[in-house]
């Protein structure tokens, strides 16, 4: 997937996230009624400025609009099992951990 089409990606699921219509981001961003439909839909870009904008009404960092990972078809791919695996591989080296020191402290 290309930087713009992440952009977009992102710009649409922040949105959303904040319970924002386009219309309502763009009334925020003092902007003409389609800019935000224009943008989501690839026709334009905003500038560095609008950008920041957009992060400061949608409170998130610019690079989260970037980052590939936070895109929504990411987020679908999210693989649930490796997630729990990985967690429990680390509950149970701390488990492993506090259970050798209070076998070592009781035979002191």
């Given at each position: 997937m290309d930087l713009k089409q992440i952009f977009i990606n992102n710009l649409k699921f922040y949105r959303k996230q904040n319970g924002m219509t386009q219309n309502e981001l763009t009334l925020a961003l003092d902007k003409s009624y389609n800019y935000i439909n224009s943008v989501e839909q690839g026709?334009?870009?905003?500038?560095?400025?609008?950008?920041?904008?957009?992060?400061?009404?949608?409170?998130?960092?610019?690079s989260q609009l970037f980052d590939e990972d936070a895109s929504p078809e990411n987020i679908r791919k999210f693989n649930k099992e490796e997630y729990i695996n990985g967690?429990?591989?680390?509950?149970?080296?701390?488990?492993?951990?506090?259970?050798?020191?209070?076998?070592r402290k009781s035979l002191n």
């Open positions: 026709k334009i870009m905003p500038s560095f400025d609008v950008i920041e904008q957009i992060c400061n009404v949608l409170n998130i960092k610019p967690i429990s591989e680390k509950l149970y080296d701390n488990l492993k951990k506090l259970i050798t020191t209070e076998i």
